[in-house]
């Protein structure tokens, strides 16, 4: 019983970690300071999940899936998660680093998808974003 409250408590404190990193990417993208995000970004990946964006990058869907299981996220955090990818995928793209954007997007897409087979709350928002990503 001690071991799953700590459990719960990680999982707790790794949503509201990327619950901020998810608002200040946003802000940091609305004020135009876009490389200060991804670094900022890429900070807390290695340090949280221990997943820096170029590591990110370089792994197949199915080698994130596992990685992100081990972490047991809930799914709110797979979902910010996911978000999250789908702003930095957006910074690149401002960046015009098309290459890095595509891997982004990738990543974000089967996120998005995971959730849809692995959630039985639909969500119009996420439906959006992969009609975006995928057009």
Do not use: C
């Amino acid at each position: 019983m001690q071991q799953e409250d700590f459990i719960k408590k990680q999982i707790d404190q790794l949503g509201q970690v990327l619950e901020k990193l998810l608002a200040d990417l946003m802000g940091l993208k609305s004020r135009g300071q876009i490389h200060e995000g991804v670094e900022i970004t890429n900070t807390i990946l290695r340090e949280h999940l221990d997943l820096p964006i170029d590591e990110l990058i370089t792994l197949s869907a199915d080698e994130l899936i596992v990685k992100l299981q081990a972490k047991r996220l809930s799914n709110d955090n797979w979902n910010m998660f996911a978000d999250i990818l789908f702003q930095l995928a957006e910074q690149f793209e401002a960046m015009k680093d098309n290459e890095t954007k595509k891997k982004l997007y990738e990543k974000a897409l089967m996120m998005y998808e995971y959730l849809d087979e692995n959630n039985s709350t639909y969500s119009f928002q996420r439906h959006t974003i992969m009609e975006k990503i995928k057009s």
